[in-house]
């Protein structure tokens, strides 16, 4: 009977290892996999971690913090991305990175169970170069790495019946810089402000005690706002070095009707909200709908 320990679990794998295979043959696409398992192998050591086991072109690690396990996820992108051995074409060999926090059962030198399998599922949700965990891991988080993680999506993972949030880790410091609000940053203006949203009767504030919301369909956004052409999770809206920007991370786009009239439309990508006016997830936002946001920025 194996022991249960509650620890940091993490998957990192190549992306495209086959076609490295198809392209290179056998003899250098090995080569270069043994490589970025090399260097995940001792990025999990010099992190306090310990290596589970090793697949082909996978490698699954545990920890005992949520904060060691993403110091090693970072170290090896870091350094896979820029290891000079790593080139195929102009372009650098990726590894894509799952992470997970919680109960294992410890048997054999191998470890089972639902966190595990979590983890694995995160790997599969992450693309070339990206770090992607749980709510539960960043629950675990210290304050620095935890204002490094940001919601992207919320999807239905295989095996689980509930939807889970999904978090990407910006372990590149210049994408947490551009991330992050600025505190107490010396050209903030010296009045508080504040973005009022407004959705059949509820009122919600986006200001320096909420730095963000997220607006979706499904019930965990602080913004429910239920429609056939609206995403799980929608967009988000933020505050950053002082101005309100509407993040859409939907299928279908987001649409902000000023109050005097200027129309914009953005789909997997960021735009800053001024003065007042209506927002549409998915279409166009009609006054008389009972789905248009009203939003007002406000001092």
Not at 13 to 40: F, H, N, P, W
Not at 97 to 105: A, E, K, L, S
Request: charged share 25%; proline share 2%.
């Amino acid at each position: 009977m194996g022991n249960e320990v509650e620890v940091a679990i993490l998957f990192a794998d190549v992306v495209g290892s086959t076609k490295l295979y198809e392209q290179l043959g056998d003899a250098r696409a090995r080569e270069m996999v043994g490589i970025c398992i090399e260097v995940m192998r001792t990025a999990t050591e010099q992190n306090g971690g310990n290596v589970i086991k090793t697949m082909g072109d996978e490698v699954m690690a545990t920890f005992t913090t949520a904060d060691d396990a993403l110091n090693a996820a970072a170290q090896m992108q870091k350094q896979i991305s820029t290891h000079p051995a790593l080139k195929v074409d102009e372009h650098a060999v990726a590894i894509r990175i799952g992470c997970n926090f919680g109960p294992v059962v410890v048997e054999n030198r191998d470890i089972f169970g639902s966190a595990v399998h979590t983890a694995n599922r995160m790997t599969s949700q992450a693309k070339a170069g990206q770090v992607m965990t749980t709510s539960t891991m960043v629950e675990q988080l210290s304050p620095d790495w935890r204002a490094s993680v940001r919601q992207i999506d919320i999807a239905t993972l295989k095996g689980r019946s509930s939807e889970v949030a999904l978090f990407e880790v910006l372990w590149q410091p210049e994408d947490v810089t551009s991330m992050v609000p600025a505190i107490a940053s010396r050209d903030r203006a010296a009045k508080a402000q504040r973005l009022r949203l407004r959705y059949q009767g509820q009122e919600i504030f986006v200001n320096d005690g909420r730095a963000n919301i997220t607006i979706g369909r499904a019930e965990e956004n602080d913004l429910v706002v239920k429609g056939n052409l609206i995403s799980r999770l929608h967009a988000r809206v933020e505050i950053s070095r002082n101005k309100f920007m509407l993040v859409d991370q939907s299928t279908n786009g987001t649409f902000v009707l000023g109050k005097d009239g200027e129309e914009a439309f953005v789909r997997r990508d960021s735009m800053q909200i001024r003065g007042e006016g209506l927002i549409g997830l998915g279409k166009a936002p009609d006054s008389n709908s009972s789905q248009v946001i009203r939003y007002t920025c406000e001092e």
